[in-house]
Structure formats: structure tokens, C-alpha cells
């Protein structure tokens, strides 16, 4: 079968040119080579009009990276712009294979939604409307659904399967839509994929692995599906989800600059990349065969967290792919696919903190033999992510350092003749405002790219409210992300040392929801941002007050002025990280259509089937209310309980599990440790021998949480908890 499958890959025709791909990377990369060396040059030759100190080496080195990644960054948006000029018809687009074909499909596909301790309903409301959106697009009888559950609080495990159970009740989806709980997370998602995989994955020609939050259009899902069909020498499909459902600043400011300017930026990493994408670990389509047979993860020398498991499995998994001939796409154009975000700067910083880890192992595997170029690119950017914080920081710190020598020092003001004023004639001032004139235009040349076009492209100008609401939005989002920008800075700085110092990072839930940032959590969790900056402040306005160097206040306090935004941010890391999380500011700006994307001033449909979906609520199977909830509904409820045990594997009941369950009974379920009541979770024989004692034995002999939870049924469902 193997050899099949490789003689039918190699034996298709090449969807783009080999040849065609390696002179799309030569432009691209070769422009971005030459853009940095001319910058580094110019600041070469200005250190040199200044003469060169020590700290002007290692200064004058991370630029060179600092540099490069401004113009790498820079580029995409520059040759994503050309992608858009030269039209759609014009554009390398994977989805062309997709285009006139209908009827049913050919093979039989997954659609895996890994969960952690999520919000099940919410979970099932997303599942609910894809099923109902695939459905409609005519193809459900090729798909099956598997909410793989890695879920350790034992109350939302209840919870998930009344919830599964509901929904696939009201759907009429048993045998469709299934729900599996390992016992043990090991490897954390990707493990769950894996287990996945090699226990049903023989079953389906594919996978679209999504994550808790995800959402897709039914009809995009069944494109992607086709495309993979198509073209058998696809591995992996990777669609450019959008964020949805902000409700504070922060969250809508992602969503807007994604929105706005992410296409620039797809498109130009689309023209590089072509057939040597990357995975981003959700929303993709994968063949299931080639990802089980190459992309088993291998454990990392040593121990975390530079060794151990991968955390960052999504990268490594496509560039395994790659490098056994196996092609990887970005689907840039698929429109319905969604996904939502941390809803606070402090939960976003929480986060990365584990995406940080991950990136940094890939420095293992960075120069690994054999690995493709577009590989090897994937991971270096995804390891500058985090490692250029830290070499910002160094710049700024090295910075101060020469400005306060420079200042201090009557020597540093006596220049040298430069080649560019020998060349160009002009002075040390001039050359540096032209320095840096060309990294703000580096900086911010996206942004006006982005805007520019979508101002004067009449559908996405409507799509976003109008020019005005698009210039209002663009504008506030440039000035907050300037104030974010160093409290970033330092955060990804201290996870980059608290990594080096061998601190490994645990595996916890997102956070999804939430009521904004208290101002005591904020002060607490950016102490660091704003001690630093009281300190930096004291520094600069001390350089210029020291200064030998005759001149007005603008020249003497010249450098605490361009310091201004870094301190700025950092004294105001706190107020910004509230401000940023509240919802009601949020939803005032929604209101006036500030900020406000595509997606919510004119809805798809798939949102509106997720906003209305109510398949996974039923009074009559619940495990959320007050008195019975979770563990409590499972041992009580006689629908919830029979859920349950009817998901166990069928056993005879052991003597430590009666006594077990005897001291659940007699002194309640807050008696036992998290490990013990996880073993009568899955002790069927157990659970219901406790079902039958709280509902038969004399309320003197079982603990007062069994006999509230009894008394809770006396009331009408459809009364109020105060009625």
C-alpha cells in the first residue's frame, strides 16, 4: 500500500514548477540580502564618521539580525502587494484544483477537535454548526467528527459527555460525531493527535485537525477536501484562520490588524513558500497516512526545556513532511476559517510563554541534514519570534551605553570623514535621519500598504464600515501597538532567560473569557516593565543633564527624546494591559464600528449557526447546574449517570474501589484526592453502586452533598434557583 501511495504521488504532475519556485526565493531573498547589507553599511560607515568604539561591534552585529527581520517582515507585505496587483488569476492559488468539481466525494475524511479542559457547550455549538454547514453543502455522509478530550478537571469531563451526548442526540449523529478521553496526556496535543491517528486514523484518506476555538465554513472544509483529492502529492493544507469574537481592546486590536493587514502578509509568504509551507498546528487539512508514517515526533536530547518532548509540534511535523517529498500549502484564499484569541495582554503573554519553549527546541533541528531550504526558514522565523526580543533589548541597552559615553565624553564629538560624505556631502545628522527614515518606512510600510489598498479597493473599504472607520482604526492600532511593543519586549526577554535558567513551562488551559485584568494582577505581572522603565527614564534624562556637549534642550536631552516610546511603554505596561482588557471599551468601539472587522459588521453564515446552536443544552441531560454538577451529576443524575458508566469499559468492582466509593458516600467527594476520584470515574461497577446507595440509602448515612443533590430534583426544571 505504501509503495502505492508513493508511486501515485511521484507519478502526479507538479502543481508549480520546481524551477519557477527557486527563482521566486532567489528574488525574494536576495532582495531582502541586499536591503540589510545597504543598512548596514550605512551604520558602519556612520560609526566609523564617529569612530568606532567597542560597543559599536556588537551593536553594528545585532542590527545586522535586527534588520534583517524588520525587511524579511517588511518584504512579505512588499511582494504580498505585487501578489495582489498582478490579480487573482495571476496568483499561485492551491485551490484551483478545487475549482468545477462537485458531486460527492471520493474518500472518507476526519474532523478532529483536540480539547483541555474547555467549555464544552461552546466546544459543541462549533461542532454543531460545521456538521449543519457540511451538511447543507451536501457532503456529510464523507466526513465523521472525534472531540478528542485531554481534559484533567474531572467536572468538565462529565460535562463534555452530556454535552456530546445532547449534541449528537439532536442531531440524529451517533456514529458521526464521536467523543474519546485518554486517561493519560502524555505528549499533550500532539500526543492526542497521535493516539488519534493511530487508532481510527487508518479509516480516513485525511484529517482536518482544528483546535477548541476553532470554526470553519462547511463549504470551505468540503473545497479543501477536494484539493487534497486532487493533488496526490499534498500533505498538508493550511488555511489563514481570522479571528472573531474579540470583545476587549486587546483582542480586538488583533483582530483588526490580522484582518487588515494579514493578506499582505500571506500572499508574500505565499510566494516564497509555495510547496515548502508550514503547519500552524489547526485549521489544516493533513493526509493521514504520510503524517503517521513520518512525522512521529522524536524526544530532544536531554531535559526540558530545551530537551524532552517538542512543544512546538506543528512546524517540526511539516517540515518532516517536507523533507520526505511530501508538498505543504497555504490555502490563502479559503476564506471561512476562524479562530479566536487570548482576550488580555497578561493571558497572550501566558501563552507565549509555552510557544516560546517550543520555538527555541527547533534550534535542535534548525540545522538538521537533509531539511529543504523553505523548512529551515520556517523554524529560523519561528525562533526570531521570540530571540529577537532579547537582541532588542541588547541594542537598546548598548545604545544607552554609547550615548552616555558620547554625551559624557567631548572626544566622541570629533567625526571622521565618511565615505557617505565624501560621496553624498552631506553631515552625521543627515546621514542618520536617513538611516532613520528608512527603517520607520521599513517599519510602517505595511500598515500604509495595507490601508492604502484597502481604502481605495471600494469592497474591502465597505467590508471594514468606510474609509474613515478604516483610517480611525489603522491609526489607534498603530499608537497601541507602539505602547505594547516594549512590554513585550521584556516579557519575551525574561521567558528567553527563564528558558536559559532551565525553567520548563507547564501545560494549562486558555483562558477564552474574561471580565478584563485587575489592577493589582496588572502591577504584579508587569513589575519587571515598569521598574525597568522608571530606571531607563532616570537613565536618559541623566544623560543629558550630565552632558558636556553645548546646545539647546532638544539637543541636550536628544536621546531621552528618541527613548520616549520604548519608556513610554514600559511606565505605562500596567494601565495599558487594563485598559487594553476591559470589554466595555470594546464593545463602545464595536458600537461606533471602530475597529470593527468584516466579519462582524456582515456575518457568514457559519457564525450565525454557531451563535444559534443550542444542541449541546438540555435540561433533561445536565451536568452544569448548582446542586449536581459534574462529578455530583454523574453519581446522582440517572441520564448523566448512565452517560457515563455507558462510556466505560465494563469491569468487576474491586475491593479498593467499594472502599472507595463507601468513603465518597460517607464523607463526600472532597474527601478523596483528584487521583482517587479519577479512578471511581472510571470504575463503571463503582459508579453505579453509587448511584444506587444516594437514591436508596437513608439520608443519616451518605455524606450532605448526595443528599442536596437528591432534594435539587424536587423542584420544576423550568422553575428559577430562587423560586
Excluded at 309 to 314: A, E, G, K, M, T
Excluded at 383 to 399: E, K, R, V
Aim: glycine share 6%.
Amino acid at each position: 500500500m505504501e509503495n502505492t501511495d508513493l508511486t501515485t504521488r511521484d507519478s502526479a504532475k507538479t502543481f508549480f514548477s520546481p524551477c519557477r519556485t527557486v527563482l521566486r526565493r532567489t528574488v525574494f531573498f536576495g532582495s531582502v540580502l541586499f536591503v540589510n547589507i545597504l543598512a548596514t553599511l550605512w551604520l558602519a560607515d556612520l560609526f566609523y564618521r564617529m569612530q568606532f568604539q567597542k560597543a559599536h561591534f556588537p551593536l553594528l552585529a545585532i542590527f545586522v539580525v535586527l534588520n534583517g527581520l524588520l525587511v524579511l517582515g517588511s518584504f512579505h507585505a512588499i511582494f504580498g502587494a505585487f501578489d495582489m496587483l498582478l490579480g487573482r488569476k495571476r496568483s499561485v492559488r492551491i485551490s484551483k484544483l478545487a475549482e468545477g468539481k462537485t458531486g460527492p466525494l471520493t474518500k472518507r475524511h476526519a474532523v478532529v477537535i483536540p480539547v483541555y479542559n474547555e467549555d464544552s457547550v461552546r466546544v459543541c455549538a462549533r461542532i454543531e454548526a460545521m456538521y449543519r454547514s457540511i451538511e447543507a453543502a451536501g457532503n456529510l455522509e464523507s466526513f465523521d467528527f472525534f472531540i478528542l478530550s485531554d481534559t484533567r478537571e474531572l467536572d468538565l469531563w462529565v460535562m463534555e459527555e452530556t454535552s456530546w451526548t445532547n449534541l449528537c442526540r439532536r442531531l440524529d449523529a451517533f456514529g458521526r460525531i464521536y467523543y474519546r478521553r485518554r486517561k493519560t496526556n502524555e505528549n499533550r496535543k500532539a500526543g492526542n493527535i497521535g493516539d488519534f491517528v493511530r487508532t481510527w486514523g487508518g479509516d480516513y484518506e485525511a484529517m482536518l485537525v482544528l483546535d477548541a476555538d476553532s470554526l470553519m465554513d462547511g463549504g470551505d472544509i468540503v473545497t479543501m477536501t477536494r484539493i487534497m483529492e486532487a493533488y496526490p502529492r499534498l500533505g498538508i493544507l493550511q488555511t489563514a484562520p481570522k479571528l472573531i469574537r474579540g470583545s476587549s481592546i486587546f483582542t480586538r486590536l488583533q483582530q483588526f490588524a490580522m484582518r487588515l493587514y494579514g493578506p499582505l502578509f500571506i500572499r508574500g509568504l505565499n510566494f516564497w513558500q509555495l510547496s515548502g509551507g508550514s503547519y500552524w498546528g489547526h485549521n489544516a487539512l493533513i493526509r493521514v497516512k504520510p503524517f503517521s508514517e513520518f512525522c512521529e515526533l522524536p524526544a530532544l536530547p536531554g531535559r526540558e526545556p530545551f530537551g524532552g518532548r517538542i512543544l512546538s509540534h506543528d512546524f517540526v511535523e511539516a517540515a518532516l513532511m517536507v523533507s520526505q517529498g511530501w508538498e505543504v500549502w497555504l490555502a490563502w484564499d479559503i476564506e471561512g476559517t476562524y479562530e479566536e484569541a487570548p482576550p488580555t495582554l497578561v493571558d497572550h503573554l501566558i501563552r507565549d510563554r509555552r510557544w516560546c519553549q517550543g520555538n527555541l527546541q527547533h534550534l535542535w533541528l534548525i540545522f538538521a541534514r537533509k531539511l529543504p531550504f523553505s523548512v529551515r526558514m520556517h523554524l529560523f522565523m519561528g525562533i526570531m519570534a521570540y530571540l529577537g526580543s532579547p537582541l532588542w533589548f541588547l541594542f537598546l541597552a548598548l545604545g544607552t551605553w554609547i550615548a552616555w559615553d558620547r554625551y559624557s565624553s567631548e572626544l566622541s564629538q570629533l567625526p571622521f570623514e565618511s565615505y557617505a560624505a565624501r560621496w553624498f556631502h552631506i553631515d552625521g545628522i543627515q546621514q542618520s535621519i536617513i538611516l532613520t527614515a528608512v527603517i520607520f518606512a521599513l517599519l510602517f510600510l505595511p500598515k500604509i500598504l495595507a490601508v492604502t489598498g484597502a481604502v481605495l479597493t471600494p469592497s474591502i473599504r465597505r467590508s471594514f464600515g468606510g474609509a474613515f472607520r478604516i483610517l480611525i482604526g489603522a491609526s489607534l492600532e498603530t499608537i497601541v501597538s507602539m505602547l505594547l511593543a516594549p512590554c513585550i519586549m521584556l516579557a519575551h526577554s525574561l521567558m528567553v532567560l527563564s528558558i536559559i535558567l532551565g525553567r520548563a513551562v507547564g501545560w494549562g488551559n486558555q483562558n477564552r473569557e474574561t471580565d478584563g485584568t485587575a489592577w493589582g494582577d496588572a502591577f504584579r505581572f508587569h513589575a519587571p516593565q515598569t521598574i525597568l522603565g522608571a530606571v531607563w527614564t532616570a537613565v536618559a534624562i541623566n544623560i543629558g543633564y550630565h552632558s558636556k556637549n553645548p546646545g539647546d534642550f532638544t539637543s541636550k536631552y536628544a536621546f531621552a527624546l528618541w527613548m520616549t516610546p520604548i519608556l513610554l511603554g514600559l511606565l505605562l505596561s500596567a494601565p495599558v494591559s487594563v485598559w487594553t482588557s476591559r470589554s466595555r471599551y470594546g464593545r463602545a468601539l464595536l458600537k461606533r464600528k471602530i475597529l470593527a472587522t468584516p466579519e462582524e459588521l456582515n456575518p457568514p453564515s457559519v457564525l450565525h449557526l454557531a451563535d444559534n446552536a443550542t444542541a449541546a443544552v438540555d435540561p433533561a441531560l445536565d451536568a452544569s447546574t448548582d446542586a449536581r454538577r459534574g462529578i455530583v451529576a454523574a453519581v446522582v443524575d440517572p441520564y448523566v449517570n448512565g452517560v457515563h458508566v455507558s462510556l466505560l469499559e465494563q469491569s468487576d468492582l474491586t475491593d479498593v474501589e467499594e472502599a472507595l466509593a463507601e468513603r465518597c458516600l460517607s464523607e463526600g467527594p472532597a474527601s478523596l484526592t483528584k487521583a482517587e476520584l479519577s479512578e471511581l470515574l472510571y470504575a463503571a461497577p463503582a459508579m453505579l453502586m453509587m448511584h444506587r446507595a444516594v437514591w436508596l440509602r437513608p439520608t443519616e448515612g451518605i455524606h450532605v452533598t448526595w443528599t442536596q443533590a437528591v432534594e435539587s430534583y424536587r423542584r420544576r426544571l423550568d422553575q428559577s434557583p430562587a423560586a
